[in-house]
């Protein structure tokens, strides 16, 4: 243990970096990481499945570090609703990409990025993904229509959009 405590008093960002990611980092040397000056550190606290006192960092003024307790799948119900409801674009995306909360509201946000990392969430349900299958972005559907969860009528009414030499072929038979 004497080497980690030698290790989080290091000034070299990388090993800081490593350091607040890996999750057999102690307890104590991970709250001492989490008041780090810069933010990429304690937003990797925050992404640590270790790290136990999300909810402070989940008030941190800096959205990176939002966004990586976003991330975090130990991450509590509440503490993700409290974050999907964050006005910082990045903060919502690390909540719709986190397969553990699946957010319902996301398939309406008004950020493209958000819809497009909800629709690439493992855990998206097909009644959802069909709802993102009219989405005005080209990048969501298509992440609907290469989705595991999409139901096949949802598949087969994108299919002509992103198989376009399938749809050429049967043009010609």
Same mark, same amino acid.
């Given at each position: 243990?004497?080497? #980690?405590?030698? $290790?989080?008093?290091? /000034?070299?960002?990388?090993?800081? $970096?490593?350091? @607040?990611?890996n999750?057999?980092?102690?307890?104590?040397? #991970?709250? !001492? #990481?989490?008041?780090?000056?810069?933010?990429? $550190?304690r937003a990797?606290? &925050? !992404?640590?499945h270790?790290?136990?006192?999300?909810?402070?960092? @989940?008030d941190?003024?800096s959205?990176r570090?939002?966004a &990586?307790?976003?991330?975090?799948?130990?991450?509590?119900?509440?503490?993700? @609703?409290?974050?999907a409801?964050?006005?910082?674009e990045?903060?919502?995306?690390?909540?719709?990409?986190?397969?553990?909360? %699946?957010m319902?509201?996301?398939?309406?946000?008004?950020?493209? *990025?958000?819809? *497009?990392?909800?629709?690439?969430?493992?855990?998206?349900? &097909?009644? %959802?993904?069909?709802? =993102?299958? +009219?989405d005005?972005?080209?990048?969501? !559907?298509?992440?609907?229509y =290469?989705? %595991?969860?999409?139901?096949?009528?949802t598949k /087969? /009414?994108?299919?002509?959009?992103?198989q376009?030499?399938r749809?050429? +072929?049967s043009?010609?038979?």
């Amino acid at each position: 243990m004497e080497v #980690l405590e030698q $290790i989080s008093q290091e /000034k070299d960002f990388l090993v800081l $970096i490593d350091l @607040a990611s890996n999750s057999k980092t102690p307890a104590d040397v #991970l709250d !001492r #990481l989490s008041l780090h000056d810069c933010d990429e $550190i304690r937003a990797a606290v &925050g !992404r640590n499945h270790s790290f136990k006192d999300l909810e402070k960092l @989940a008030d941190d003024l800096s959205p990176r570090v939002r966004a &990586g307790v976003a991330q975090n799948l130990r991450a509590n119900r509440d503490l993700m @609703a409290k974050l999907a409801n964050d006005n910082e674009e990045t903060v919502r995306e690390g909540v719709a990409l986190n397969p553990m909360h %699946i957010m319902s509201q996301f398939q309406h946000d008004p950020s493209k *990025l958000v819809r *497009l990392r909800f629709a690439q969430n493992k855990n998206t349900p &097909g009644v %959802i993904l069909a709802h =993102l299958s +009219d989405d005005m972005s080209a990048l969501v !559907r298509k992440a609907v229509y =290469l989705h %595991i969860n999409t139901p096949p009528e949802t598949k /087969k /009414k994108l299919l002509n959009e992103f198989q376009p030499s399938r749809a050429k +072929d049967s043009e010609h038979s």
